[in-house]
């Protein structure tokens, strides 16, 4: 069965034909196909804001259904970098008081795990304004097609 052209629609021959992302078109038909795909795509974008400071002020104003997720992950950045900080001046008090190697890795071993706290409640974080902005953007492909 003969290929087709996405563009003009004639069967496409072996050497003649190019394959793009949007599928297989001829070598001939590849410049216009191309720039009917640009227009469709800015098309697309007309109505997304060009500038960082609106699409940070649409980000802050998404709705949630995960506020007890971001309240958790809050409280527990919270708790991170306060073991961070309970680690560092653990360990500078563990130094000055000559306690020895093993007050200062429980000191480096206190702040790691603050650390790791930190991190993964930026991670819960970053995963709750995935699933918002993946929301948002659905919703506007389905108002969109409609």
Known sequence: MAKLCKHCGSPVGFFTR???EFGLVHSDCLTAFLENQKSD???LHSDIPDNEEAVAST???????????RAVSGV??????LLVLFGVVLAIISSSQDMGAVGFIMALGVSISGLYLAMM???V???VNNADTSREILRLLQTRSQ
């Open 18 to 20: 190019l394959e793009t």
């Open 41 to 43: 795509q800015q098309d």
């Open 59 to 69: 980000e802050a104003a998404l709705p949630t259904e995960y506020g007890t997720a």
């Open 76 to 81: 527990g950045e919270f708790f991170g970098w």
């Open 121 to 123: 409640a930026q991670f």
């Open 125 to 127: 974080r970053a995963t």
